[in-house]
């Protein structure tokens, strides 16, 4: 069982670096999944791609719940997650990598949790440190192994997306804290801590985000820069799982015990 899954962004659509890779389709309550599982260096991983293998599904309509769903039901415990992202400031800028350690959430109409109420029970999630600071500590040992330049900290604004945000929405949310701009770290990371997964979200910077560039936005730009960076972002993902280890000192796993169940 694979206790490791990479969920792959704009731009990382298979894992190309894994061996003996077979697709499974997993089932849930909430939708079945596809998901590739391969070998790395004698690791088992499971990979799925965030948007489709053809990147035909957008944000908002990314069934994450189900994703999540059946990575926890094949027995994975550590998700490594890529992500594109725009920049709110000039200190970040685009081809870098950042580490994002917190999120703002201006996601709307997605289904954020697993605990409906009902049989369900209602749970609330503590989220005080939504990303699992030792898978951080995993990247960032393999980011220097790799000689890979990464940013340590970043606020991850979640839009609901697809559009792109207008240039006063960015302000706002630079005026907030808020350092990078995406549309999917919110809910997948909730429903990641609320089935008590280590959860890490590596983001590449592609673009300047509105009205921080002068220039207007294009998906087609995104979709240039992750290209020229996906063998970093590869190269960074797969030395990462040699450092992912079962004895953690986070506290991803506590919300177990404070629900008494393992979901
Ligand atoms: N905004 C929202 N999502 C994004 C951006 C952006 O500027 N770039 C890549 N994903």
Do not use: W
Request: charged share 20%; aromatic share 8%.
């Amino acid at each position: 069982m694979p206790k490791i899954a990479i969920i792959g962004g704009t731009g990382i659509y298979n894992p190309k670096l894994l061996d003996n890779v077979k697709e499974v389709e997993q089932k849930t309550k909430y939708g079945d999944v596809k998901v590739l599982i391969g070998d790395y260096k004698g690791i088992e991983i499971a990979f799925i791609p965030r948007h489709g293998s053809k990147h035909s599904v957008p944000p908002h309509l990314i069934n994450y719940r189900a994703n999540i769903m059946a990575l926890h039901h094949l027995g994975v415990k550590n998700i490594l997650a890529t992500a594109a992202v725009g920049s709110l400031n000039y200190e970040f800028k685009p081809g870098q990598f950042v580490l994002a350690d917190q999120f703002i959430d201006f996601t709307k109409s997605r289904q954020n949790t697993f605990f409906e109420g009902g049989d369900e029970g209602v749970i609330h999630c503590d989220m005080t440190v939504p990303y699992c600071p030792d898978l951080r500590k995993a990247i960032k040992q393999a980011a220097h192994n790799k000689n890979i330049d990464i940013q340590d900290n970043g606020v991850y604004v979640c839009t609901e997306g697809p559009r792109f945000e207008t240039a006063a929405e960015i302000q706002m949310f630079k005026m907030m804290g808020g350092h990078l701009i995406g549309m999917t770290s919110v809910p997948e990371v909730c429903l990641s801590r609320e089935l008590g997964m280590c959860y890490a979200n590596i983001s590449i910077i592609t673009n300047f985000a509105a009205g921080i560039s002068t220039q207007a936005l294009t998906h087609a730009e995104v979709v240039d820069m992750m290209r020229s960076r996906v063998a970093d972002v590869r190269q960074l993902v797969m030395e990462t799982l040699l450092y992912v280890f079962n004895d953690k000192n986070c506290d991803c796993t506590k919300i177990l015990d404070e629900i008494g169940v393992n979901k």
